[in-house]
């Protein structure tokens, strides 16, 4: 399986078009509500994996480090 880290970095990447550090806020760097949900779909779809709903809320949502806990309880 591929590290994690590196697959949400990679796609937030190519939302966002800028390397950022785990802790940043992912919003306050160019992530808007569409982006996030491509973001969450390919995290799904290339990690085979669902997230409930109740997991996609912002504040769970708006750094790298916060979406690397949220997959890994679900790999």
Do not use: A, H, W
């Amino acid at each position: 399986m591929k590290n994690i880290n590196e697959c949400v970095q990679k796609i937030v990447y190519q939302e966002i078009k800028q390397v950022i550090s785990d802790d940043m806020n992912l919003f306050e760097n160019g992530l808007d509500s569409l982006g996030i949900l491509r973001v969450l779909t390919y995290i799904e779809e290339e990690l085979g994996i669902e997230i409930p709903d109740e997991e996609l809320m912002s504040e769970n949502l708006d750094t790298i480090d916060k979406l690397v806990n949220i997959v890994n309880k679900y790999v």
